[in-house]
């Protein structure tokens, strides 16, 4: 059973650095280009949005190493 709750972490730790990876280097260059076709629409974070979930996923990782370690 231990192996099990070791794969979610470290799924949830993949799909952290994913989500931070496309925040920082693959959205800006979509939402730049979204920019130069049409400079008068309203502009879409997904940059920012990758960003918080890659935190929000960050956060539970440390919450359940925390309450692995305080039910030991």
């Known amino acids: 059973m231990r192996s099990v709750f070791r794969s979610v972490e470290w799924l949830v730790g993949l799909s952290a650095i994913?989500?931070?990876?496309?925040g920082n280097y693959v959205a800006p260059y979509y939402?730049?280009?979204?920019?130069?076709?049409?400079?008068?629409?309203e502009g879409?974070?997904?940059?920012?949005?990758?960003?918080?979930?890659?935190?929000?996923?960050?956060?539970?990782?440390?919450?359940?190493?925390?309450?692995?370690?305080k039910t030991r």
């Open 44 to 69: 879409f974070a997904m940059s920012c949005i990758a960003k918080w979930i890659s935190g929000g996923l960050v956060s539970f990782l440390i919450l359940k190493m925390i309450w692995r370690l």
């Open 31 to 41: 939402e730049s280009l979204f920019v130069q076709f049409d400079s008068e629409a």
């Open 18 to 22: 994913l989500f931070f990876v496309f």
